[in-house]
């Protein structure tokens, strides 16, 4: 019950509608379900607050966890106590458990288990004691000498126990949560170059930041500058202040004999224990910060690439660009099936370009292709020239889009496209991919690792297992509020449906291939090891275009047909001959009738009924239709072409946390600093674009030498 409490606190939501999703996540629901068919007892709680609350729920299952372990632990030993025990129930955060646990846990041999060893832990609580009344330590010492354990002298024996206090005082659970409250408000985060060398991290030569206002994507940057050797980093923070905080705690008035070792013992604890371990500390803690700020970022521009509008209905030709092997070239249908591929050689060192333009010109004219894909990866700008040149000889016929190809030559070579595209080699693969990305981005690259997709920064360096888990719940998300076609999906896209896992998207395929296109919903009961609880979850987020039972076509879950029959029939329509009936008007109706009163009369609730209403009105809606559509070129630019205050339309590619880049049409993205998007400030990029908008932009600044380029949305004073 405490759980749901501080959940309920933490998001500020309803306890109700907390402990509802507790419950269905603990039922085995899945995060796309609860978010479209249990929006009665969630509150109408949207995916992505699932997702936090499905993730805080862990890691608070994970704290009570451990917490037990180790209270557990220190039972074993006959060392708990209700001070600890009550510690324990305080904590809020895993490195306080682990700071209770740290004087208890089993250590290596160390200096203070040497001198313990050699029977010197009396001393030592003997002088931590800290009487008035104390002889001289050194005195007290003469009474532990034991020439058997090599403590010959007063010195030794002192020693020892000095390691015996440092060591305590490191342990001590209270202090070290003072010192890293005061460490992370005060401390200091320094950089120096290794090297003389100009590098990419040139700007963190000699550089210094608060910890407590670094931004995340400097503290990557620093992180990695370190693993490759260009950089130094150090924490710093006032050494004088730390050990007045550890004196406060530790050294007791009044002065006495012992207050002076007492006070070296603790400037060896802080020095030599303390200052290390907590600045190991930070700087995880700040990559941590800065890990989850950069996946939630990516996460964000994952989900604004995959929902992209597609270019439906189009003929598209891939271009695949390359140099020594020629362009690679793809045409797809309508429905992204394979017309035809081949190869040109317009860029050097063959610069057969006439030959290429003759190939190319053929192949639109002949598949009457409208939309043209071209990969931004090498040789992508003379494949950008050589293909506007040509288009400019058609008249329009067609338009082309440069397309990040960002992950396509995973796919290419990977077991999937091999066994979607046997009769094709790894590079004509690519060029298919490419097409097809444009005509529905979605359903492409849901085949790809949505890390190698590359819409963030520094995502090789995240930590690879959480990366992935949250990009995977982007996806899962996509490919659920857009819907799935039952009888064309591939696996990948399958695999992705809630309720689906790799197995059974495979066993759909293989039954379909083997019994032809499923006819209703309910022939996947039929699926080997699809069953009750997966039919459940997946069954409303696909879609049979070709079945009879017109519900089967729409979003409306089948535990719902009966509801959703009924409500037409309440609004005067006829709900068997749903095919031919125009409802348009079904809202208008339905209020009329007064959405309450229908919605006590079926039995369900006003959420459910109004996502009912609007489905039904549009059946299979695709979300991405309502998004403006890509930004298709016939000409091209250079980089020289490029004067300071030309206006341009761009295409946003990537938002990070200092900025945005756009492509407009120069092959090279240009770049929105964060303090050119708005004239009033904003926290961050995604505030004001996301992937894939159409902004208009103003040239601030082209550097030819650096190939950069400076971009602004401010509009000038005046105009």
Not at 365 to 373: D, E, G, L, M, R
Not at 502 to 507: E, P, S
Not at 696 to 714: A, Y
């Amino acid at each position: 019950m405490e759980l749901i409490q501080q959940l309920t606190a933490e998001f500020s939501l309803r306890k109700d509608h907390v402990e509802n999703v507790v419950k269905l996540i603990d039922d085995g629901n899945t995060i796309p379900f609860i978010a479209r068919y249990r929006k009665e007892m969630t509150g109408s709680l949207d995916d992505q607050v699932l997702r936090a609350l499905a993730d805080r729920l862990g890691y608070l299952r994970g704290l009570e966890k451990r917490k037990e372990e180790v209270r557990s632990a220190i039972d074993e030993q006959g060392k708990l106590t209700p001070e600890i025990e009550e510690a324990l129930a305080a904590a809020k955060i895993l490195s306080e458990v682990e700071d209770i646990y740290r004087p208890y846990r089993q250590k290596r041999r160390t200096r203070a288990s040497i001198a313990k060893e050699k029977g010197l832990e009396p001393l030592a609580l003997e002088i931590l004691e800290q009487s008035p009344q104390s002889p001289e330590p050194l005195v007290l010492a003469e009474t532990y000498l034991n020439p058997e354990k090599e403590v010959a002298t007063p010195e030794e024996a002192l020693s020892g126990a000095l390691d015996i206090i440092a060591e305590q005082v490191s342990d001590n659970a209270v202090l070290r949560g003072k010192l890293r409250t005061y460490f992370m408000k005060n401390a200091i985060l320094r950089s120096e170059g290794k090297t003389e060398e100009d590098s990419v991290y040139s700007m963190y030569y000699g550089y210094s930041e608060p910890v407590s206002k670094i931004a995340g994507h400097r503290i990557l940057a620093v992180d990695r500058g370190e693993r490759e050797g260009f950089l130094k980093v150090s924490v710093e923070c006032a050494e004088n202040r730390c050990l007045e905080l550890i004196f406060r705690e530790i050294v007791r008035p009044p002065v006495g004999p012992c207050t002076q070792a007492v006070k070296t013992a603790c400037e060896d604890a802080y020095s030599r224990l303390i200052f290390p371990s907590l600045e190991r500390e930070i700087r995880s803690s700040l990559t941590e910060t800065a890990d989850e700020s950069a996946i939630k970022v990516f996460a964000i521009n994952l989900k604004q690439l995959l929902m992209q509008p597609p270019v439906k209905g189009t003929v598209t030709l891939g271009f695949d660009p390359a140099y020594r092997t020629g362009c690679k070239l793809a045409v797809v249908d309508e429905t992204g099936r394979v017309l035809t591929t081949t190869v040109i050689y317009p860029t050097p060192p063959q610069n057969k370009v006439e030959e290429a333009r003759k190939t190319l010109t053929g192949l639109i004219q002949k598949y009457n292709v409208s939309a043209i894909a071209i990969g931004n990866g090498t040789a992508s700008r003379e494949s950008e020239i050589f293909v506007a040149d040509t288009l400019r000889e058609l008249n329009g016929q067609a338009a082309y889009m440069v397309v990040s190809e960002a992950g396509a030559s995973v796919y290419s070579a990977s077991k999937l496209a091999a066994e979607e595209f046997p009769e094709y080699d790894v590079s004509l693969r690519s060029a298919v991919s490419i097409a097809r990305r444009l005509q529905d981005p979605l359903a492409e690259l849901v085949k790809i690792d949505p890390k190698a997709i590359g819409v963030g920064q520094y995502q090789h360096d995240m930590p690879q297992n959480r990366l992935g888990e949250a990009l995977s719940g982007v996806v899962e998300d996509c490919v659920n509020s857009v819907g799935v076609d039952l009888n064309t999906a591939s696996e990948s896209l399958l695999s992705c449906v809630a309720g689906i896992n790799k197995t059974v998207a495979k066993n759909i395929v293989a039954y379909r291939e083997e019994n032809g296109a499923f006819s209703t919903r309910k022939t996947l009961m039929k699926v080997p090891k699809l069953g009750n609880k997966a039919f459940e979850q997946c069954a409303g987020f696909l879609r049979v275009p070709e079945s009879k039972e017109y519900l089967d076509r729409t979003a409306v879950h089948p535990e719902s047909y009966t509801a959703a029959r009924r409500l037409l029939e309440l609004t005067g329509f006829d709900s068997k001959r749903l095919e031919l009936s125009d409802l348009s008007s079904l809202r208008e109706k339905a209020e009329e009738a007064g959405l309450s009163s229908l919605s006590e009369a079926l039995g369900i609730g006003l959420p459910t009924l109004n996502d009912m209403i609007g489905e039904l009105m549009k059946p299979g809606r695709d979300p991405r239709d309502e998004l403006p559509k890509p930004l298709l070129r016939t000409d091209v630019m250079g980089i020289d072409d490029l004067t300071e205050g030309m206006v341009l339309d761009g295409t946003v590619r990537n938002v990070i946390d200092f900025g945005a880049f756009v492509d407009i049409g120069v092959h090279l993205d240009g770049l929105v600093h964060i303090s050119e998007m708005a004239d009033q400030f904003i926290r961050h990029p995604s505030e004001v674009v996301k992937v894939g908008d159409i902004v208009s932009v103003r040239v601030i600044g082209v550097d030819k030498k650096k190939n950069r380029i400076s971009l602004s949305m401010k509009v000038p004073k005046g105009e």
